[in-house]
């Protein structure tokens, strides 16, 4: 475990052997000491403003957001209520974990795992490139990666958090089929959090929806465009909008995506998955919605050697204990369903 204050960082995450990861912290052009870290990879927390200036260094580039530096001075960004509502998260194989929280020199530091791996944007390059057969991607993993992408945001979204900036680039590929989400933040800090990452990517409807790209605005209807769109790229490869076709108003988005473009995984066609981006935003469906859909999907194609991830399909394992015939105890196991 290591100490996680929110700065930001920049690290080295495409790792799949057993390397180590370095870490520096770059959020005032200083260096720290590096660590060694097998098997890790760091998300990234919003900055603090009172953490101890580091000395700078000429070899460690500038990785500071300076409006995010000064929402955190005038603290319009809740820092101390994330880390909060963060530890009352459930582990699940769907989040990065959560491992505590540490005060150093009276400054909250969140502890989280680590993994060395890679994005999912960086296996997809891969998979769509079909440079070794070794990077093809199964039907059964698409299905295990569009359900922990919505089951990861429907978890959030549960706990009052959304996650601006949501794309393939933001989640990891901890291995086979299995994603977890991170960088996500309070529900009353998104549109903060939204201005912020603005400046850092390309001003595109591929990583923003309209009321985000041009008000600031994001709620929950937003993750579900932003959702749509990483499902998009997991079954084709390709960001849902040319940049030709990335129309700046919800008039001219006439050219998303259709349902007659897919050309790979056409078992798992949604028509929900293209009301995401042809309906205003309030009249999207919820992650909810679009899970249930992708549900019924999947299981009409599942067979024994696959099990979707459902956190509501069933509770916890039962055991109970009867009795033989000779007195012996017999354990046997008893999985009881949610309606």
């Known amino acids: ?16 052997d057993n390397s180590t990861v370095e870490m ?30 580091i000395p700078s260094n000429g070899n460690v580039s500038d990785g500071s957001n300076e409006s995010e530096n000064e929402a955190f001075r005038r603290k319009d960004i809740h ?83 959304l996650h601006p900036g949501l794309s393939s680039k933001k989640i990891l590929r901890i291995e086979k089929g299995q994603c977890k989400l991170y960088d996500f933040c309070l529900s009353d800090d998104a549109s903060k ?21 041009h008000r600031n605005e994001y709620s929950q209807p937003s993750d579900v465009w932003a959702a749509a769109g990483v499902i998009w790229e ?10 030709s076709e990335d129309g700046p108003t919800f008039e001219e988005q006439c050219g998303a995506p259709s349902e007659s473009q897919v050309t790979h995984y056409e078992e798992i066609r949604n028509k929900q998955l ?3 981006w042809h309906q205003v935003c309030p009249q999207r469906p919820t992650i909810r919605e679009l899970r249930e859909s992708y549900q019924e999907i999947f299981e009409k194609l599942v067979d024994n050697t696959y099990e979707i991830p459902r956190m509501d399909l069933y509770t916890s394992m039962k055991s109970s204990t009867i009795h033989n015939k000779d007195g012996g105890e017999v354990y046997t196991d008893t999985y009881t369903a949610v309606p």
């Open 1 to 16: 475990m290591n100490y996680r204050s929110h700065e930001s960082w920049n690290r080295e995450r495409a790792k799949t």
């Open 79 to 161: 820092w101390d209520e994330f880390v909060k509502r963060t530890l009352d998260l459930p582990v699940t194989k769907y989040l990065v974990k959560v491992e505590g929280i540490g005060i150093l020199k009276a400054k909250l530091h969140l502890v989280q795992e680590h993994f060395a791996c890679e994005t999912l944007d960086s296996w997809l390059v891969k998979v769509f490139s079909q440079e070794t057969f070794e990077n093809t991607m199964y039907l059964s993993e698409v299905m295990g990666i569009i359900a922990g992408l919505l089951e990861g945001l429907n978890l959030i979204h549960s706990y009052g958090f």
């Open 193 to 213: 959090i939204t201005t912020f990452r603005k400046t850092k990517v390309p001003y595109s409807l591929n990583h923003f929806p309209p009321e985000a790209l």
């Open 234 to 243: 997991v079954i084709t490869g390709q960001l849902p909008f040319p940049w």
């Open 24 to 53: 520096t912290d770059t959020t005032r052009g200083g260096s720290i000491s590096r660590q060694s870290i097998s098997h890790r990879t760091l998300p990234n927390i919003p900055v603090r403003p009172d953490l101890p200036k």
């Open 274 to 276: 293209y009301q995401c």
